[in-house]
Every structure is written in C-alpha cells, then in structure tokens.
T-cell receptor, first 115, second 110 residues
Framework: GAGVSQTPSNKVTEKGKYVELRCDPI?????LYWYRQSLGQGPEFLIY????????DSGLPNDRFFAVRPEGSVSTLKIQRTERGDSAVYLC?????????????FGPGTRLTVT | SQQGEEDPQALSIQEGENATMNCSYK?????LQWYRQNSGRGLVHLIL?????REKHSGRLRVTLDTSKKSSSLLITASRAADTASYFC??????????FGKGTSLLVTP
C-alpha cells in the first residue's frame, strides 16, 4: 500500500519568505508527527497530531512555525519569515492508534534550504 | 519522552561480518524501537521490543533489552553492503514523540 508522502521533496526559498510543507499520511493512521533533521543529527520532534488536533506542539522552536491538520488526514507545516537556521530536512510520520506507542512510518522528507 | 544514546558513533566492517550497536537510556520504558536511515529508503522502523521481552529476532536482526542496565543492543548478522546506514534507537516511555540520538553510522564494505 501507499506509504507516507511529502511534498515538495526539495524547497529552496529566500530568507524572510513563507513556506508550506505538506504531508499525506498512511490511510487510517490517526496519529501524525512532524520532525526536523539537521545534518549529522537524529530527527528532532516538532509536533504531534491525534486526529485534527495538535496534542503536543512543544517541539516547535518558535511562533514562526505552525502546523494544521484540518480534516484529520493531510497536514501542512507552515514556516513564516524563514531564517537560514531553518534549513533542514523536515520529516513527517504517521502511526496507528492513540498515544502512538507503536512503530512510526516516515515519509521521504522535504529538504528545505533557506538562502 | 526520553532520548536514547547510541554507541559507537561509527562502525566500519566488511561484508559477511556481524555488526553490533548499543543503546542506553535513562528511565523506565514501555518499549524500545530501532530505526534505520539511508539515502535510498529514508527512515524505516526495524524492530520493536517490549519492556517485558529480553530478546527479539527479525531476519538477520537480533535485539536484546536489559531493563536493569537500561540498555539495548542491535546485532546484524552476515552484514551486506545494503546494510550501510545510520541506526537509531528510540526508547518509549508514556510519551508519543520519538527522541532520537545521533545514531550509529554503519559502513559495510565489499
């Protein structure tokens, strides 16, 4: 079956611009997560959705970052006034069930470069 | 959620050899998961071991868990070039986020 998909695969933007990154989870997965991975590091948690609501957004670095999941399926991560330090690979994952204790299934990521 | 710490940071072996990497964590867990990341297939879940399990196998993978020492190990037997990747452990407590360390970078040479 189809896995987690993310678009675009690459995004280059200028400092100060606004970007949107999209995640399409595995059908039927109620839990959705966003992570960010910098070079040489493991992925870092950003936000977790259970259904339509953001159950935990404690990993978002500041208020320039925002994510939505209006219908409980596709999610969009939005970054305002991008900075060079935002350059990273943004990973989306989904999983079955409440509290997400099982495996998480990751998408291929969006590589964001802020120039 | 707590973070696992993988050791060694880097490992280089030849095809056919076994590879062992370790994970340490700090507090009680419900389960511990191992993931692999390479450029071709992204980040992929390998195996989950529950806190009441001591050993688990999946193909050429063998995972052990010692909750008294708060440690886990991942053994890959008869390594192949395709096993070249970074390996991450994710100890799971009651939280839902995966907190990854820097991982173990495995290089398998022909």
């Amino acid at each position: 079956g189809a896995g987690v998909s993310q678009t675009p695969s690459n995004k280059v933007t200028e400092k100060g611009k606004y970007v949107e990154l999209r995640c399409d989870p595995i059908s039927g997965h109620t839990a959705l997560y966003w992570y960010r991975q910098s070079l040489g590091q493991g992925p870092e948690f950003l936000i977790y959705f259970q259904g339509t609501g953001a159950a935990d957004d404690s990993g978002l670095p500041n208020d320039r970052f925002f994510a939505v999941r209006p219908e409980g399926s596709v999610s969009t991560l939005k970054i305002q006034r991008t900075e060079r330090g935002d350059s990273a690979v943004y990973l989306c994952a989904s999983s079955l069930g409440f509290m997400g204790q099982g495996p998480q299934y990751f998408g291929p990521g969006t590589r964001l470069t802020v120039t | 959620s707590q973070q696992g710490e993988e050791d060694p940071q880097a490992l280089s072996i030849q095809e056919g050899e076994n590879a062992t990497m370790n994970c340490s964590y700090k507090t009680s867990i419900n389960n511990l998961q191992w993931y692999r990341q390479n450029s071709g297939r992204g980040l992929v879940h390998l195996i989950l071991i529950r806190s009441n399990e001591r050993e688990k196998h999946s193909g050429r993978l063998r995972v052990t868990l010692d909750t008294s020492k708060k440690s886990s190990s991942l053994l890959i037997t008869a390594s192949r070039a395709a096993d070249t990747a970074s390996y991450f452990c994710a100890p799971r407590d009651s939280g839902y986020a995966l907190n990854f360390g820097k991982g173990t970078s495995l290089l398998v040479t022909p």
